[in-house]
């Protein structure tokens, strides 16, 4: 009895180790670096789209104070640079515009029964921000703001003929947000809504008419703008994770 359990014992042993010298091998598992985050890098592009606002402009003598409706064309270019860390994205961009806006206000109470009419025409616009932002798979939803400022030209006209001309730079800050869609590791996609506000500031007429010669005037300026646009992101593409195969 005691030799057949042992017989038993040693084919169960040996078939055993036949059986799992057929089995293949175990791979050891494949450790796989982590994906860059899709929007670290420095950026630049090109805008688009629509801006408006009003215009305020104030004269104390002769009395004349009115704000216009100004609207028109925006588009220029921008450059930036994101950091990524995790589903957080902070970054710094700038921009510059070239705008087509403009707008005019006409009154008849300063001169009764004259005309007289404000207008301004604006240049270009500037700005230097701070972007926030929260990545999720290829979005990206950020605010943004910072500092602006804009190219300006104003003028007063009475009866058709200018009274009094100003063009200068105006100071103040921008804020908005928007929604990103990065198409690859290189191209991404943009739309955009700010805010600008342009403060008041007091300045002195160009113009050689006695009316207005060595008078002040105050004037203010805000603007909303709607805008889409393409960037690309300089650099190292990010690598491409491959899932392990056994």
Do not use: C
């Amino acid at each position: 009895m005691r030799k057949l359990t042992l017989s038993i014992l040693a084919f169960t042993a040996l078939t055993g180790a036949a059986f799992a010298a057929d089995l293949p091998a175990q791979k050891a598992p494949i450790l796989l670096p982590e994906a860059a985050p899709i929007w670290t890098g420095v950026y630049a592009g090109v805008q688009l789209g629509g801006a408006f606002g009003t215009t305020n402009l104030s004269v104390p003598t002769p009395a004349f104070n009115e704000s216009w409706g100004n609207n028109g064309v925006i588009g220029g270019a921008h450059i930036g640079h994101n950091y990524q860390i995790n589903t957080v994205v902070l970054g710094v961009e700038s921009s510059f515009d070239l705008l087509s806006v403009q707008g005019s206000e006409a009154n008849n109470i300063a001169f009764p029964p004259n005309a007289f009419n404000g207008s301004s025409y604006h240049n270009y616009l500037v700005s230097i921000d701070g972007r926030l932002g929260y990545a999720y798979k290829n979005l990206l939803f950020y605010g943004i703001g910072g500092y602006a400022f804009l190219s300006n030209n104003s003028a007063l006209t009475l009866n058709g003929i200018q009274i009094g001309a100003v063009s200068n730079t105006v100071n103040g800050y921008d804020v908005g947000g928007g929604i990103e869609y990065a198409i690859n590791d290189r191209w991404s996609a943009r739309a955009e809504y700010r805010y600008y506000n342009f403060q008041s500031n007091t300045n002195n007429f160009e113009t050689s008419n006695k009316i207005f010669s060595n008078h002040v005037f105050t004037q203010s300026a805000n603007s909303n703008v709607f805008r889409v646009g393409l960037s690309y992101k300089f650099g190292e593409p990010a690598p491409v994770v491959v899932s392990a195969k056994n």
